[in-house]
T-cell receptor
């Protein structure tokens, strides 16, 4: 079946450094790629998303890049802060109403002060 | 604005007991609704989704069932809980129609089966 692979599973960075999380998807028909942040004991919250007609999108300290040819996309967090510590999930969808959104396994990010 | 609620927030149940988790969405009509389960330290497993009242699709055959008695209400149930049903249950919604893929998650219910 279709899947999304996410790496690394755990990432530890020093405050102020950058963090990069990478995802690879298998369904070539995917055209929508959201990223979620999940804090301990809470539901995932959408932090940024990108559609297949765009190669890069930025929102303050976070950015997402997409390479459709290689079928991979990445989340970049610059100037990390302790409050960025959380689990991050990538996902891929075909744009047909969200029924078959495939999520990655998650990356646990630790930002050390 | 739209909001999504889940209750209870936390639940401890004995093996073999029934289960009912509720999810409601406010501020939208005819949303697509989803139930996910998240095992400790793991990813999101889609359990059920619904595109309308009484319309339920099951993704994983198991001990659970779902119902949608009203447009913005989604219920997850079990007649007899198993130890393996423990986990963090998340409800999500997205607007109906093509191109509305973003799913918005509720706060979750932590279920512990003893």
């Amino acid at each position: 079946g279709e899947n999304v692979e996410q790496h690394p599973s755990t990432l530890s960075v020093q405050e102020g450094d950058s963090a990069v999380i990478k995802c690879t998807y298998s369904d070539s028909a995917s055209n929508y790629f959201p990223w979620y942040k999940q804090e301990l004991g809470k539901g995932p919250q959408l932090i940024i998303d990108i559609r297949s007609n765009v190669g890069e999108k930025k929102d303050q300290r976070i950015a997402v890049t997409l390479n459709k040819t290689a079928k991979h996309f990445s989340l970049h967090i610059t100037e990390t802060q302790p409050e960025d510590s959380a689990v991050y999930f990538c996902a891929a969808s075909r744009g047909n109403g969200g029924f078959k959104t495939i999520f990655g396994a998650g990356t646990r990010l630790f930002v050390k002060a | 604005s739209q909001t999504i609620h889940q209750w209870p927030a936390t639940l401890v149940q004995p093996v073999g007991s029934p289960l009912s988790l509720e999810c409601t969405v406010e501020g939208t009509s005819n949303p697509n609704l989803y139930w996910y389960r998240q095992a400790a330290g793991r990813g999101l497993q889609l359990l059920f989704y619904s595109v309308g009242i009484g319309q339920i699709s099951s993704e994983v055959p198991q001990n659970l069932s779902a119902s949608r008695p009203q447009d913005r209400q989604f219920i997850l149930s079990s007649k007899k809980l198993l130890l393996s049903d423990s986990g963090f249950y998340l409800c999500a919604w997205n607007p109906p129609g093509m191109g509305s893929d973003t799913q918005y998650f509720g706060p979750g219910t932590r279920l512990t089966v003893l």
